[in-house]
């Protein structure tokens, strides 16, 4: 599965765009996006969001994302493969590092 979130600034004097944020309902909104999911189940979600929930997608993509290299990270353990490069790519891209 792969997942991808665009944003994109947009005019408000020449779109349609609602008063409120599409995903809390209660800020303004201040960007264009789209969230999308290879997976054909559900199609792309699109609209308009305000900043902090930008911040909500971004985080809700890097979990997607983390949880398919763990998945792939078990694989490749299974195979007997040297993982170590990866597992150190997750930390870091955690905030964590092994090297702190």
């Not at 004097?13 to 008063?19: A, E, K, S, Y």
């Not at 809390?24 to 929930?53: A, L, M, N």
């Amino acid at each position: 599965m792969s997942e991808k979130v665009s944003f994109s600034a947009f005019d408000p004097m020449r779109f349609d765009t609602p008063t409120y944020c599409d995903v809390c309902t209660s800020d303004v909104p201040v960007f264009r996006y789209e969230y999308d999911t290879d997976q054909g189940v559900q199609p792309s979600r699109q609209g308009f969001c305000c900043g902090p929930c930008a911040t909500k997608l971004l985080d809700r993509l890097q979990c997607a994302e983390s949880q398919v290299w763990a998945k792939e990270a078990a694989i490749l353990k299974a195979e007997d493969v040297d993982v170590s490069s990866l597992e150190e790519r997750q930390l870091a891209a955690s905030g964590l590092s092994r090297k702190s």
